[in-house]
């Protein structure tokens, strides 16, 4: 007989967590190796936590945050999470020096209402035609500017003025030193110049107020003035902080006396950066150039940006292979301050992201394929199949209509703010479901999705491919173009509007008072009546009022005018009308006729 086998010894309980933890930091996609650094333990025993949780790993492999900070809890240590590029900025903040820090150029942004002139100032500071190219005289992306004045550089980002690009001016004022915020002598403070203030006092920037078209008969200054003081904004000439320059964009007078506003302010501000450290800055804007692939726009907020660095922007790695300045001439190097177009990108960034350059690009590459995992994990979280609490959820709120779209548009900044533009359209009875979003010309795949979702393709500053308009003829799948915000936003509210029943409007005919009935053999009750009111008419439907009580409901079967059929009888005349399915007709009674007319629409 075999003896028994020996009992498996126990799996040890863990360790008790430390009364007093050790802070500690970590980033996003965090390793074991750097980990074990971090609270200086050996790795094999962050390995040995894992495996007791039944987790095999390398020590190069990312952990998850929650597992991390698990173990880090385990082994002592409380362990704070903070994104990679703001790790990078505390090293680079420790180790700076105050002899490396230079001065810098200020950052300006344009701010306003829409067709107040922010380009056309623009345009007259750096003596070129920006507007020209702008469908409709509008900005409909985030340019950014370099000019030198007097020995110095003001670098100035131009922001859209519509109020469907509130994204984008409010990303302006976050990148900004100063804001510049444009307001037309004649047409005076307006619902965007309230929000562009509100942007920069969320901001915490200064602001110079430019009161732009005084050439213009309807100038009023003080009247701006008052305006601007009743925001907030009292300027310097009615014993106030905030600088006000009247000049004339179109005219080109007073610009000089701006420029000089602009860097007194700066000035006061002692704007300063280590051009010596490693670039790190924002995405201003994005976009899928056709024949060189993703670009994107930067703004170098600290350090200096030159060919060859391995760079991480939001999900979105890649290095520099080429720069090119505001004018379009490559660069070799971008220092604090300094916009340019960066290419050399694994993807299209998204607008806004920050950007930070490393030393090691193995280090790039996994940060970015960690934060493209955790982005696919939330697209399927997303995307998860309907399940029967959703359905009941749906049954219970009733049958709300979609509007499925496929938005593309020529940088990324634009499908941000379309996107947001149209999914605010305000509506209870359709909602817009945006199945997809991106930069770059329609394609065959989004003809395919639209197909298969039955949805709208809206290009905006786009065209479709030639084979994807093919498809799209085939397929007959509806492609709209466009190149200004406001029609897009217009034609999918009259789409919305398309997509609902018709309402049902009754419209009142006359009625007929009920003196006599007749019983006639094979037809049954016919009512002697006369037309009190209106009219009377063969197709016409009616109901049958007792005491102003409705008793029935239903068609005319007979109108007759003496022994003659008749299409209808008019006010002051008598007839003999006949109920259809319906005899129980009183002296007294009143029919009531009326018509049920199809309306379309008008209101979401």
Known sequence: MAPPPAPRAAIPPPPPVPDVLQEITITEGVTIKELSEKMDRKAKDIITRLIGRGILSTINQPLD?????????????????????????????????????????????????VDHGKTSLLDAIRESNIAAGEAGGITQHIGAYHIRRTE???????????????MMRARGARVTDIVVLVVAADDGVMPQTIEAVHHA??????????????????????????QLSDQGLLV?????????????AKQKKGIPELLEMILLVADIGELKADPSSLASGVVLDARLDRSRGPVATVLVQRGTLRIGDPFIAGAIHGKVRAMFDDLGHRARAAGPSIPVEVLG?????????????????????????????????????????LTLDH???????????????????????????????LNDLPSDKVKIRTIHAGSGAITETDVHLASASNAIIIGYNVRPERSAQELAEKEK??????????????????????????????????????????????????????VSDGKITRSAEVRLLRDNVVVYTGKVASLRRFKDDASEVKSGYECGIGLANYNDVKVGDVIEAFRVEKVAVKNL
């Open 65 to 113: 945050i929650t597992m991390a900070r698990e173990v880090c809890r385990e082994l002592g240590f409380d362990a704070r999470v903070i994104s990679f590029e703001e790790e990078v900025s505390l090293e680079q903040t420790k180790e700076a020096q105050p002899g490396d820090l230079r001065p810098r150029d200020p950052v300006v942004t344009i701010m306003g209402h």
């Open 152 to 166: 110095r550089g003001i670098t100035f980002i131009d922001t859209p003025g519509h109020e469907a690009f509130t």
């Open 201 to 226: 006092r969320a901001a915490g920037v200064p602001m110079v107020v430019a009161i732009n078209k005084m050439d213009k008969p309807g100038a009023n200054l003080d009247r701006v003035k008052k």
């Open 236 to 248: 310097e000439d009615w014993g106030g902080d905030v600088v006000a320059v009247p000049i004339s």
């Open 345 to 385: 990108l694994e993807g299209v960034p998204e607008a806004g992201n920050p950007f930070q350059v490393l030393e090691d690009e193995w280090k790039v590459r996994q940060i970015g394929a960690f934060r493209q995992q955790k982005l696919r994990q939330e697209a399927m979280a997303k995307s998860s199949r």
């Open 391 to 421: 359905l009941y959820q749906q049954i219970k709120e009733g049958m709300v209509k979609e509007l499925p779209l496929v938005v593309k548009a020529d940088v990324q900044g634009s499908v941000e703010a379309l996107s947001k533009s």
């Open 477 to 530: 799948v509806d492609i709209r173009l466009h190149s200004v915000i406001y029609d897009i936003t217009n034609e999918i509210k009259n789409a919305m509007l398309g997509l609902l029943d018709p309402e049902a409007k009754e419209v009142y005919l006359g009625r007929a008072d009920v003196r006599q009935v007749f019983k006639v053999p094979k037809i049954g009750a016919v009512a002697g009546c006369y």
